[in-house]
């Protein structure tokens, strides 16, 4: 039994060391470079429709309150008393928000712009080549069908 295990691991290890891999790093072609593009443009969109929303939200609601502080303050230096101010914690958050969205919106347009430039120049045809073989003690030049992919980086 040990002898007939260790046959089949002796014929089992030769098949699985010597089969042939799939590369990971198969090129691109022009539809996932296009696709690519349009998936960051759409990304780049929204962040920077969020970044916008948020930021004018935020003026928004710190508007009344920045008046109000402002009335306050001159109210104070009349009276004597010092004028009570109101919290931004809020207003601020959704504002630095909102600009860093806007902001992380440019890398994304500069990448989509980037891939659609790749997408245009990827081209692939089909072209004849020539290959020398022997045939019948004389060299003869055979013609067949080749399939090309350009990549320009």
Do not use: H, R
């Amino acid at each position: 039994m040990k002898k007939i295990i260790v046959y089949i691991l002796l014929l089992i290890f030769p098949a699985v060391a010597f089969c042939q891999s799939v590369p990971n790093d198969l090129p691109t072609v022009k539809t996932d470079y296009l696709k690519k593009s349009k998936n960051q443009k759409t990304a780049a969109w929204v962040l920077l429709g969020g970044g916008f929303v948020l930021s004018t939200t935020s003026i928004l609601i710190a508007t009344p309150k920045v008046e109000e502080d402002y009335v306050n303050i001159f109210a104070g230096v009349f009276s004597g008393e010092p004028a009570p101010q109101n919290d931004y914690t809020a207003e601020n958050i959704l504002l630095v928000t909102g600009t860093v969205a806007m902001l992380g919106s440019i890398p994304l347009f500069i990448a989509s712009k980037k891939n659609k430039k790749k997408a245009m120049d990827v081209s692939a045809n089909i072209k004849m080549e020539n290959a020398t073989m022997i045939l019948k003690q004389s060299f003869v030049q055979s013609s067949y069908p080749a399939i090309a992919l350009k990549i320009k980086l």
